[in-house]
């Protein structure tokens, strides 16, 4: 994520979270949080105008969406900003992670609107275990809705269990966190189911660039 990004994650924070971070909060974090990295995926712009809204352009021989996302995700870079609708890609998610001492935190992670049940999400997870496991992390957490089901099931399936519950953590509505934590991704077995996972998303949804 760069701050030319914010912008339009900005579009993204509002569809996705009752109580949204202002834009100055996302600018910090990626100019002086040396914890944070944040990464954003996107689509390139000559298909974007089109599926902006959710809907995918004519003839597309992946209806899914991420065979045409010639997106990639980015590290932080700082830049002069440059207004959205000047901008060749679409933002169409983003994930933020702490590396603290002993974890890695996925602090926030959404997706588009119309762009959802794509895959996207799952693209975005992965990048965020990447970079933990990168770094050298084992352990990853993040804290959940407890009635967020979708994004539980998501979550379950790259191996997080649920270790602690935090009452009325969510200001809006006083809605109860899951904490959710996976303790080995170091490890060898990790390694080869998150493999299996990652392979069997790159078969369903195509392949993607990274740019670092
Ligand atoms: C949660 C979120 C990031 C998922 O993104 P997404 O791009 O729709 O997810 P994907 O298409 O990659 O889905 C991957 C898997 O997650 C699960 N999943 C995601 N959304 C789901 C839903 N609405 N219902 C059931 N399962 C769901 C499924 O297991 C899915 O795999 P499948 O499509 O093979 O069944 C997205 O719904 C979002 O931005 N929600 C609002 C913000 C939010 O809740 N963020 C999480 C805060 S903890």
Redesign the pocket.
């Known amino acids: 994520m760069t701050l030319d990004d914010i912008a339009q994650v900005m579009e993204v924070e509002q569809q996705?979270?009752p109580t949204i971070w202002p834009p100055t909060a996302f600018k910090r974090e990626i100019r002086h949080n040396r914890l944070a990295r944040y990464l954003v995926a996107v689509q390139r712009r000559q298909d974007a105008e089109e599926s902006r809204n959710g809907a995918s352009p004519e003839g597309d021989p992946h209806p899914s969406g991420l065979g045409r996302l010639v997106g990639g995700l980015r590290h932080i870079l700082d830049g002069d900003e440059t207004p959205p609708e000047e901008r060749n890609e679409l933002v169409v998610?983003f994930v933020g992670v702490w590396l603290l001492i002993d974890e890695a935190h996925i602090v926030?992670?959404?997706?588009r609107d119309g762009?959802?049940?794509?895959?996207?999400?799952?693209?975005?997870l992965i990048a965020a275990i990447e970079t933990a496991r990168l770094a050298g992390h084992e352990v990853v957490t993040?804290?959940?809705?407890v009635s967020?089901?979708?994004?539980l099931?998501?979550y379950e399936?790259y191996g997080f269990r649920r270790v602690d519950i935090r009452p009325r953590y969510y200001s809006d509505d006083n809605e109860d966190a899951y904490v959710l934590s996976v303790s080995d991704v170091g490890t060898a077995s990790y390694e080869r189911r998150f493999e299996r996972l990652r392979n069997e998303h790159r078969q369903?949804c195509g392949e993607y660039a990274r740019e670092l």
Not at 108 to 111: R, S
């Open positions: 996705s979270f998610g926030t992670i959404a997706v762009h959802r049940r794509r895959g996207v999400g799952e693209l975005l993040l804290e959940c809705r967020n089901a979708g994004a099931r998501l399936k369903r």
